[in-house]
């Protein structure tokens, strides 16, 4: 796979993973913080991944932003099987979605 098509693939995992998260809101019909938090910080963490905004700090660290992405996606995998609703498709559908976005920002670093 080309870089390109990995960086678009992040893109969209990683849009389509948001959308999911925000989505959970209105299908509950209320607000609820940690789907709206968690759905914004995958939309962060692409900005800053794809370097569509620049920060000084993270100049040269692009091996660490990587992990710390794995690392968030990792996180709320595991905070689902934790917590979260197993008898619903669309968390097991953002779980898949979220393991391949931790396996193209793993391949990403290796092109």
């Given at each position: 796979?080309?870089?390109?098509n990995?960086?678009?693939?992040?893109?969209?995992?990683?849009?389509?993973?948001a959308?999911?998260?925000?989505?959970l809101?209105?299908?509950?019909?209320?607000?609820?913080?940690?789907?709206?938090?968690?759905?914004?910080?995958?939309?962060?963490?692409?900005?800053?991944?794809?370097?569509?905004?620049?920060?000084?700090?993270?100049?040269?660290?692009?091996?660490?932003?990587?992990?710390?992405?794995?690392?968030?996606?990792a996180?709320?995998?595991?905070?689902?099987?934790?917590?979260?609703d197993?008898?619903?498709?669309?968390?097991?559908?953002?779980?898949?979605?979220?393991?391949?976005?931790?396996?193209?920002?793993?391949?990403?670093s290796?092109?």
């Amino acid at each position: 796979m080309t870089k390109s098509n990995l960086r678009l693939s992040i893109i969209v995992l990683t849009v389509a993973t948001a959308l999911i998260h925000f989505y959970l809101n209105v299908r509950a019909a209320q607000i609820m913080p940690g789907f709206i938090v968690n759905g914004l910080g995958y939309l962060a963490l692409l900005t800053l991944y794809m370097k569509w905004m620049k920060l000084p700090f993270l100049e040269g660290r692009d091996s660490t932003l990587r992990w710390v992405y794995i690392g968030y996606t990792a996180v709320t995998i595991l905070a689902w099987v934790a917590i979260g609703d197993k008898s619903d498709v669309l968390g097991y559908t953002d779980k898949a979605i979220e393991i391949l976005l931790v396996a193209a920002l793993y391949f990403d670093s290796k092109n």
